[in-house]
């Protein structure tokens, strides 16, 4: 089993940054790509990033190609991190944004993920 915890939501205004960060523990060893997601509750989870295991491909969702940079670091002890910085923040950002981890590649298919985190809110004022 994976588990992922996210963290560094909050309160912003528009066009601050903010960066997002996801600890995967467990059987890290089973976890590939990892991705970010994000919901509002008038849409379904929306395709933010995805980042390979290695960390060097990245696939970006065209809407937020630009303002988003995702990133990992595959430490040592076993306890995989990713990262997303997130530049020029809209209010139209606000959402709950979830952590990924799939055993395959980089993908913005929300079923290739096997492990989902609780998720962390963003909240974006005008």
């Known amino acids: 089993q994976v588990h992922l915890a996210e963290s560094g939501g909050g309160l912003a205004q528009a066009g601050d940054s903010l960066t997002l960060s996801c600890a995967a523990s467990?059987?890290?060893?089973?976890?590939?790509?990892m991705g970010w997601f994000r919901q509002t509750p008038d849409k379904e989870r929306e395709f933010v990033a995805s980042?390979?295991?290695?960390?060097?491909?990245?696939?970006?969702?065209e809407a937020l190609k630009g303002r988003i940079t995702i990133s990992r670091d595959n430490a040592q002890n076993a306890v995989n991190t990713m990262y997303l910085q997130m530049n020029s923040l809209k209010p139209e950002d606000t959402a709950l944004y979830y952590c990924?981890?799939?055993?395959?590649?980089?993908?913005?298919?929300?079923?290739?993920?096997?492990?989902w985190g609780q998720g962390t809110r963003v909240t974006v004022s005008s």
């Open positions: 990924a981890a799939g055993a395959g590649g980089i993908t913005p298919q929300t079923s290739s993920y096997r492990y």
């Open positions: 467990g059987r890290t060893s089973d976890v590939g790509a």
């Open positions: 980042v390979s295991l290695s960390g060097f491909n990245t696939w970006y969702a």
